[in-house]
C-alpha cells in the first residue's frame, strides 16, 4: 500500500516540477525534485523497487535535475546582463 502511495506521489511530484520547470520556475521546481528523490528513497529503503527499476527512477531525478541547473543557470545570465 505505501510503495503505491510512493510511486503515486512520485510521479505527481516529477509532473508538477517539469511543469514549474517549463513555467520558468527553476526554485520551486528543484523542491519538487527534492521531493522526488525523497520518495525515491523511501521506496528505495522499503525494498518497493527493483534492481532495473531503481536505475529508471534514479535518472528521471537526475534528468530533472540537471534540466533545473540548466534553466536556473540560464536565468542567472539573463539577470546579469540586464
Known sequence: EFNRIHRELFE??????????RSEL??????Y??????????MDASGGIGVTERMSYIL?????????AKKWAGLEEKTEKA
Open 26 to 31: 527553476a526554485l520551486p521546481a528543484l523542491d
Open 60 to 68: 528521471r531525478v537526475r534528468q530533472l535535475a540537471v534540466a533545473i
Open 33 to 42: 525534485c527534492l521531493k522526488c528523490s525523497h520518495m525515491f528513497n523511501l
Open 12 to 21: 505527481q511530484y516529477y509532473l508538477l516540477g517539469q511543469t514549474l520547470l
